[in-house]
């Protein structure tokens, strides 16, 4: 049924009703009087505000070649199917209507950090997303996707941080960025830490958790017992995935049998660690199904059986390291996650896998042993060896699930009150004081030199107490840390009058995510957008696409 009818109600055959006025019209032979009295009548319930979803991620010129658009045209002749530049025109208009009122939500974060990742399409156009994450008035998290701009120039630091800035200062948004959140590329470490200026002395480059964590686990995976096992284990889900259809079918009956899940077997990329646990444990959990057909010598050749089955020892071993790494796992999904993973989970989510996971066991194998001295290794050289205070750190700090920083030394807790309190007094000291005092402490001091030295005098004097922030402080550590599932924004937003200051800095830290996630799964949609059928579309209606799928939640708030 045509869309038309969502503003008519039929009150008998050939008769509809306007439902905003309650005219009526005859529809026996045409339904274009219905269609000019909305778009006359009513046209602001006719705006593009649904067109990102008719549109679907399709290119304009697909809705034109589909044969059924063809075959509507020829049986109804005056049905007017609109071309390409119809949709072009209305999606301009609403990209601007979307960036508008995009922009002026922006303008209600005083701190921003961004995410950034490089992709390359079909065509081999070469992209770069920029995601900005900010915390509004009322202490919601907010993420949009700026732009996702093709990259002509070479990726080099240089390139790349132009790239950024450029876009960041079109959406006016480049002094108000307090962190980049990137992977571990060379380039990008260069392209944040030799082009940024960092405010308060605190490094504006923040590696993602995600991908720092990959690294960690990629050096596991690499000890020769583990890579040894993966590669049989591969071999094994080889065998039934893709060499023998045969074993396939019988994998399936296999499990009926044994009363197990009728899962796929799951193959390793060497791109994602967590499709090696995800194939191990896929294993485990089908391992008489797996037996039971490389048992059977109607099915699996001796040769065949002898390479793929495991020993009971392989077994263990693989049940150990699910263990080992399924707290990686959750890590990785948790920080993840859209709505409230921030940067201050990281630090206290290394400590937890280093604490209560990797802690050596009276019974562990050797080989289990060593397993776990690597992470152990990995975990505390790429997280934890920098002694200067970071975001992550002052982050940990400004959560109240975390605030007693219970796994912190006491001279790095120390440290990271000590950043604040110069933040401060920076902010203090730049902050221009336009109010009555302060204009009457100014010209005592050019035009009354006695009063304004006494003024001065008596300034320094109470600064020899507590500081603001001071005060601030204990009275926040004297707060019950909240638990973990609660949200630390909403505690914020309640708490926000007893600690100004404090609350300022959280909702500058707050907004870091942990992970550039954001940004990488706009390639999934840029994917989408710009498949086999649509590789020639044009870097900008790329942008525009993309832009509107990501950003559609705004779409529904125009006016």
């Known amino acids: 049924m045509s869309s038309l009818w969502n503003h008519y109600i039929?009150?008998?055959?050939?008769?509809?009703?306007?439902k905003y006025c309650?005219?009526?019209?005859?529809?026996?032979?045409?339904?274009?009087?219905?269609?000019?009295?909305?778009?006359?009548?009513?046209p602001e319930k006719c705006q593009p505000t649904t067109l990102i979803g008719e549109i679907d991620s399709d290119s304009q010129s697909e809705a034109e070649n589909d044969p059924?658009?063809?075959?509507?045209s020829n049986k109804r002749?005056?049905?007017s199917i609109p071309r390409k530049e119809y949709y072009s025109h209305r999606l301009y208009g609403l990209y601007d209507a979307v960036r508008n009122k995009l922009l002026s939500s922006l303008?209600?974060?005083?701190?921003?950090?961004?995410?950034?990742?490089?992709?390359?399409?079909?065509?081999?156009?070469?992209?770069?997303?920029?995601?900005?994450?900010?915390?509004?008035?009322?202490?919601?998290?907010?993420?949009?996707?700026?732009?996702?701009?093709?990259?002509?120039?070479?990726?080099?630091?240089?390139?790349?941080?132009n790239h950024l800035a450029k876009t960041l200062n079109d959406w006016n948004l480049y002094d108000k960025v307090i962190a980049v959140v990137h992977d571990n590329a060379r380039y990008m470490v260069a392209t944040v830490r030799d082009n940024w200026e960092a405010d308060d002395d605190i490094e504006i480059s923040v590696r993602c958790f995600c991908h720092t964590l990959q690294c960690a686990v990629e050096t596991a995976l690499k000890e020769c017992?583990?890579?040894?096992?993966?590669?049989?284990?591969?071999?094994?889900?080889?065998?039934?995935?893709?060499?023998?259809?045969?074993?396939?079918?019988?994998?399936?009956?296999?499990?009926?049998?044994?009363?197990?899940?009728?899962?796929?077997?799951?193959s390793h990329s060497p791109t994602r660690w967590n499709s090696a646990y995800d194939m191990v444990e896929r294993l485990v959990e089908q391992r008489k199904a797996v037996e039971c057909v490389l048992l059977d010598k109607e099915i699996t050749t001796k040769k065949m059986m002898k390479k793929l089955l495991l020993n009971e020892s392989d077994w263990t071993y693989l049940r150990d390291v699910i263990k080992i790494f399924k707290p990686f796992e959750v890590a990785t999904r948790l920080m993840s996650s859209e709505s409230q993973s921030t940067l201050s989970m990281v630090r206290p989510t290394v400590y937890s896998l280093l604490k209560k996971f990797l802690l050596q066991q009276d019974d562990d194998s050797e080989n289990i042993s060593l397993l776990k001295e690597i992470l152990e290794k990995e975990l505390t050289t790429r997280f934890l060896t920098n002694t200067n205070v970071t975001c992550c750190a002052i982050a940990s700090y400004l959560n109240p699930r975390y605030k007693d920083l219970a796994d912190e030394e006491e001279s790095y807790r120390d440290k990271i009150k000590e950043k604040l309190k110069e933040m401060r007094e920076r902010i203090t000291v730049n902050e221009p004081d336009l109010s009555k005092n302060q204009r009457e402490r100014d010209l005592d001091y050019l035009f009354d030199p006695v009063r304004g030295l006494s003024g001065n005098l008596q300034r320094m004097a109470s600064l020899e107490g507590q500081s603001a922030i001071e005060k601030e402080m204990i009275k926040y550590e004297r707060e019950p840390t909240i638990p973990k599932s609660d949200n630390p924004l909403l505690w914020w937003n309640s708490k926000r009058n007893k600690f100004p200051i404090l609350a300022n800095f959280a909702r500058k830290f707050l907004c870091i995510p942990p992970s550039s996630t954001l940004?990488?799964?706009?390639?999934?949609?840029?994917?989408?957008?710009?498949?086999a059928k649509r590789s020639c579309l044009s870097p900008e209606t790329a942008n525009l696409l993309i832009f509107l799928y990501q950003n559609r939640d705004m779409i529904e708030k125009l006016d």
């Open 77 to 79: 002749p005056r049905l």
């Open 519 to 531: 940004s990488e799964r706009v390639f999934s949609t840029a994917g989408n957008i710009i498949s």
């Open 10 to 18: 039929r009150i008998s055959s050939g008769v509809a009703q306007c």
């Open 107 to 161: 303008n209600q974060f005083p701190y921003v950090s961004i995410t950034t990742d490089g992709w390359s399409s079909r065509a081999n156009n070469s992209f770069v997303t920029i995601t900005v994450h900010g915390i509004d008035d009322q202490w919601n998290l907010s993420s949009f996707t700026l732009d996702t701009l093709e990259m002509l120039e070479s990726h080099n630091a240089t390139n790349t941080y």
């Open 225 to 266: 017992n583990l890579k040894d096992c993966l590669q049989r284990v591969s071999a094994i889900v080889g065998h039934f995935n893709k060499h023998s259809n045969k074993a396939s079918t019988a994998l399936e009956n296999a499990q009926k049998k044994h009363h197990l899940p009728t899962h796929r077997l799951i």
């Open 22 to 42: 309650k005219i009526q019209y005859n529809t026996k032979k045409t339904t274009s009087s219905l269609r000019y009295h909305i778009k006359n009548k009513h």
């Open 68 to 72: 059924s658009t063809q075959e509507n």
